[in-house]
Nanobody, 117 residues
């Protein structure tokens, strides 16, 4: 059983910041690339950022310069520092990793990020 738990979301003002956390049971992040995704009720889940096992980062173009992904393997936690928030960042944010079949594990509940206008 691999389960992801996202936290840290909430309400932020435009230009503000939020710091999201992702942890998982059943896997050690030391062995996995971990990816943040986001989803709205009318838009499919989309890639946000990935941290690789060697701590390299990859970002969607839309969030480059605004978001920073990082990991603390000792805490088995991946973070997403979200700065310069705009209303378009409003979404439910999820984290996940690829399972042995090449797909994602089961999705957690996500954490809601709302940026007011």
């Amino acid at each position: 059983q691999v389960q992801f738990v996202e936290s840290g979301g909430g309400l932020a003002q435009p230009g503000g910041s939020l710091w999201l956390s992702c942890t998982a049971s059943g896997i050690s992040f030391t062995s996995y690339d971990v990816t943040w995704y986001r989803q709205t009720p009318h838009i499919m889940r989309e890639f946000v950022a990935t941290t690789t096992t060697s701590s390299f980062a990859d970002y969607a173009d839309a969030v480059k310069g605004r978001f920073t992904i990082s990991r603390d393997n000792g805490k088995n936690t991946v973070y997403l520092q979200m700065n310069s928030l705009i209303p378009e960042h409003t979404a439910v944010y999820y984290c996940n990793a690829k399972n042995s079949l090449g797909g994602n594990f089961a999705w957690g509940q996500g954490t809601q990020v709302t940026v007011s206008s």
